[in-house]
């Protein structure tokens, strides 16, 4: 779904450039409150793993492919105001280095493929996992519908804004049809893809979830024929935090493998915006890419010759940089909230 320049006019894009800044901004301050030490360098890596993902099209219906968006995922691993920062990372760098999406969209594209589907697919997240068993598996059950939910959301978000900018006189209810009809099939996938990386993490570390932070059910014992609540265990005073090394170097090691070598396989159709513009005729007035030079366009390397090394070289590169700019953004922010933090507590201190 990333928007290239052309599809929306500049009055509108502009509007949804102040919009997706505004939405960065507010992000910025929360998620000072979302990352600490640990989750901070983690938060990088998140970006680094929706940038690899990104690369694996699936097939989803004759001659159309889909790919992950990642804002649900993002949410709920690392925190919904942090996610935004993430996907605003991942799209930053596949528009300057790589050539996708349009610059001068890059505002529409963080407002659809950020804003819209990290606030929906994390309210709708919150609100399941309040009702549901506090459970593990709940977790999991909320990430597939708030996953599968958030792609339809963008798809039509990204029609209200053709709405009121398309550069094409194409009927809005053919575009709508065709957008949310496609993206509901996309949305199965996203669900999926964000299933099991959530529920990969949290077997292995629930603390790492930013989704599951609360949700054990205390213990219950039986006394007097009545369930009570236990009394929680004592944590030791001393105890350290558990390392998240392991995690990370999994983590960065899957994102390689899976641009550098598993992205080669990914299906070559038409993604779903990419499909219905063409089927539509809303690309009419699509314009060149400013980065379309870029060595790095189209995820290839200029001038390697073999496809598969290029492509793998281009998606470890795209890992590498994106793992890199967003883990200095998050430890930035984390930063901020440590000198914020030392501020205030030297105004109590006088």
Do not use: C
Not at 27 to 34: F, I, T, V, Y
Not at 150 to 163: G, N, Q, R
Not at 179 to 198: F, R, S, W
Not at 309 to 325: C, F, K, N, Q
């Amino acid at each position: 779904m990333h928007v290239p320049d052309g599809f929306i006019n500049a009055p509108v894009s502009a509007a949804a450039g102040l919009a997706a800044a505004g939405a960065v901004a507010v992000s910025l301050r929360g998620a000072r409150k979302e990352l600490d030490d640990r989750t901070a360098p983690l938060a990088g890596l998140v970006a680094a793993f929706v940038f690899a993902v990104q690369m694996l099209n699936f097939p989803v219906a004759a001659g159309t492919s889909g790919h992950l968006l990642g804002g649900a995922l993002a949410a709920i691993l690392v925190g919904p105001y942090t996610g935004v920062l993430v996907i605003a990372v991942v799209l930053l760098m596949q528009g300057i280095l790589f050539a996708d999406g349009g610059l001068t969209a890059l505002g529409v594209n963080i407002t659809v493929m950020g804003a819209v589907t990290v606030l929906t697919a994390y309210v709708l997240f919150r609100g399941l996992v309040r009702v549901l068993p506090r459970t593990r598996r709940s977790v999991t059950v909320a990430s597939f519908v708030a996953a599968l939910v958030s792609v339809p959301a963008a798809a039509a978000a990204f029609t209200l804004i053709y709405a009121v900018g398309g550069t094409t006189d194409v009927p809005v209810a053919k575009v709508f049809a065709a957008m949310v009809g496609v993206h509901t099939l996309i949305g199965i996938g996203e669900a999926a893809i964000t299933t099991a990386t959530v529920g990969a993490v949290i077997a292995v570390r629930p603390d790492l979830v930013y989704g599951a932070r609360g949700l054990s059910a205390p213990l219950k014992l039986r006394v007097g024929g009545e369930l009570v609540d236990a009394a929680p265990a004592a944590v030791p005073a001393a105890a350290a935090p558990r390392s998240t090394k392991k995690v990370w170097a999994t983590g960065l090691v899957t994102a390689l493998a899976l641009a550098g070598v598993v992205s080669f396989y990914a299906s070559a159709s038409p993604d779903g915006l990419e499909k219905v513009a063409a089927d539509q005729g809303i690309d009419q007035k699509v314009e060149d890419h400013a980065a379309k030079d870029s060595p790095l366009a189209d995820y290839g390397v200029s001038g390697v010759t073999n496809a598969r090394l290029s492509g793998g070289l281009a998606g470890t590169i795209g890992v590498g940089a994106t793992v890199a700019v967003g883990t200095g953004v998050f430890w930035a922010v984390r930063r901020r909230r440590s000198a914020s933090e030392a501020t205030t507590a030297a105004r109590e201190t006088v």
